[in-house]
């Protein structure tokens, strides 16, 4: 370690927010410990180490988050995609991570030889390489006026997929789902939010049906069986990436069927005929501009 810091028997839990993980990272500074365990509401593991709930205040998370912008655009670019991690150790790499940039200083995201240091960006190549896939494999259908299409990603990718399909699509209105978080990214005219979503339906329109059809006709009609390599074929497009294409799938959009609602609801779109939306079923959590 490049710092001066006890590991204490002790487990840090906050809210599973960045400015509640913040406030986290202000606690170990204060205290000079690394706390055994970072744990949010999402991972209540069970431990023989005492609790410390670490509340979130803003002035504290502000605090910090401006220390690391004083390290560099890079240092914050390489915090904030990890943080969308889904691993479990991701709080303790991030936290070890972050003392070792306060104690070196700028240049501290070219020291891949440091544990913590390379810790933080695998990390970070995870999710960015995620993104990366749904930003080639994801598949849009029309319904209601509006864009709509599942993914079931690993970690929390919607917010790096903003950027690339609004300034993709900037005349049109659309809705990214990620089912495995329960999360939905909506884009209606020059504003983005972010909404609890609980489960999506498949599209019944003919026309969309028709489309959609038509698209696995031309998948088909290039294939050439002679030379068919499915192993080849999963490296290139990982087999948990199908069931969202629907070139790939039996069906007209893979959704599995705990996500589907047997209730008849589509996404909310610019036309009034066959849209229904359900205040119980969307639940705006945050309101960005584009």
């Not at 509006?146 to 659309?174: Q, T, W, Y």
């Not at 696995?216 to 499915?230: D, S």
């Amino acid at each position: 370690m490049h710092y001066q810091a006890d590991v204490a028997d002790v487990v840090y839990r906050y809210d599973g927010s960045m400015q509640g993980f913040l406030c986290c990272v202000f606690e170990s500074f204060c205290r000079k410990e690394l706390p055994a365990e970072i744990c949010s509401p999402a991972e209540d593991r069970l431990t023989l180490y005492p609790d410390r709930e670490i509340l979130t205040d803003s002035q504290r998370a502000q605090r910090v988050l401006a220390g690391i912008e004083r390290l560099g655009g890079s240092v914050k670019q390489r915090f904030t995609t990890a943080f969308l991690s889904t691993d479990p150790e991701k709080e303790r790499i991030l936290l070890r991570y972050l003392r070792t940039a306060f104690n070196t200083g700028r240049g501290v995201d070219q020291m891949l030889g440091d544990p913590d240091v390379a810790a933080a960006w695998q990390l970070e190549r995870a999710v960015n390489g995620e993104a990366h896939h749904f930003i080639e494999f994801l598949r849009f259908e029309e319904r209601g006026g509006m864009l709509g299409a599942v993914i079931h990603p690993k970690n929390m990718v919607l917010p790096l997929l903003r950027g690339h399909f609004c300034s993709r699509l900037p005349d049109e209105s659309f809705l990214i789902y990620d089912a495995s978080h329960g999360v939905a990214m909506m884009r209606r005219g020059d504003t983005v939010r972010y909404l609890e979503m609980t489960d999506y339906d498949p599209v019944s329109d003919p026309e969309e049906l028709e489309w959609q059809s038509m698209w696995k006709r031309f998948f088909k009609a290039l294939t050439i069986e002679q030379r068919r390599n499915e192993r080849c074929q999963r490296t290139h497009c990982p087999r948990r990436f199908w069931q969202d294409m629907c070139e790939m799938t039996g069906g007209c959009l893979a959704v599995p069927e705990r996500t589907v609602s047997t209730a008849k609801r589509s996404l909310p779109g610019n036309s009034s005929e066959g849209t229904d939306i359900r205040s119980s079923t969307l639940v705006t959590i945050s309101q960005t501009p584009q």
